[in-house]
């Protein structure tokens, strides 16, 4: 038996605050109908899948999480919210009857398709030469094996600002004396 002033006791409380923060910001997020608090909810869900980062010993991709989704992302869909227009003359509709029970269809079939993809796949075993998460390791790793990757990444990322600005832009209506 664990006790929880042990240093396992301890770690596993630790893990189960981190996992219960990404859980509640995931619900606050998914739930929320102001787009503020949604974004709030993403926040703390990105929050806590950098602790998860950082429990699982990769200290450079828990800060990398909080730089890009948290400071970047998150802070961009907010200026997104600012510069949209605050009185759109419509409103969006809550869709039809038919939205949900599709929508948990669609998802099901997702699950079930990538599930059995899984477990008839042939994996491979761990590699002999483990990557010890050292700054110096990732680095080699993103400039020599994962080179097109990491490009590819930010130029989503970037396509995705540049997206985000446009619609948000769309949305204005001209005031003033132009």
Same mark, same amino acid.
């Given at each position: 038996?664990?006790?929880?002033?042990?240093?396992?006791?301890?770690?596993?409380?630790?893990? +189960?605050?981190? &996992?219960?923060?990404?859980?509640?910001?995931? =619900?606050?997020?998914? @739930? /929320?109908?102001?787009?503020?608090?949604?974004?709030?909810?993403?926040?703390? !869900?990105?929050?806590?899948?950098? #602790?998860?980062?950082?429990?699982?010993? /990769?200290?450079?991709?828990?800060?990398?999480?909080?730089?890009?989704?948290?400071?970047?992302? !998150?802070?961009?869909? +907010?200026?997104?919210?600012?510069?949209?227009?605050?009185?759109?003359?419509?409103?969006?509709? %809550?869709?039809?009857?038919?939205? #949900?029970?599709l929508s948990f269809?669609?998802g099901f079939i997702?699950?079930?398709?990538?599930?059995?993809?899984?477990? %008839?796949?042939?994996?491979?075993?761990?590699?002999?030469?483990?990557?010890? #998460?050292?700054?110096?390791? &990732? #680095? %080699? /790793?993103?400039?020599? @094996?994962?080179?097109?990757?990491?490009?590819?990444?930010? =130029?989503?990322?970037?396509?995705?600002?540049?997206?985000?600005?446009?619609?948000?832009?769309?949305?204005?209506?001209?005031?003033?004396?132009?």
């Open positions: 038996m664990v006790s929880l002033f042990s240093a396992e006791g301890l770690s596993s409380l630790v893990f +189960v605050f981190i &996992v219960i923060t990404t859980v509640i910001g995931a =619900v606050i997020a998914t @739930h /929320s109908e102001r787009l503020i608090r949604a974004v709030t909810g993403l926040a703390i !869900c990105f929050i806590g899948v950098a #602790g998860l980062y950082y429990y699982l010993n /990769s200290p450079f991709v828990a800060l990398m999480e909080m730089l890009i989704y948290v400071g970047a992302v !998150c802070v961009t869909i +907010v200026f997104a919210v600012m510069l949209a227009d605050p009185n759109p003359e419509r409103e969006a509709g %809550k869709g039809s009857v038919f939205t #949900g029970p269809a669609l997702l699950f079930w398709g990538l599930s059995a993809l899984a477990l %008839k796949t042939a994996w491979q075993g761990p590699a002999t030469r483990v990557n010890d #998460g050292s700054l110096e390791e &990732v #680095g %080699k /790793s993103l400039l020599t @094996h994962y080179s097109m990757a990491f490009e590819l990444i930010s =130029v989503v990322l970037l396509l995705a600002i540049i997206g985000a600005l446009v619609l948000a832009r769309q949305g204005r209506t001209p005031t003033g004396g132009e």
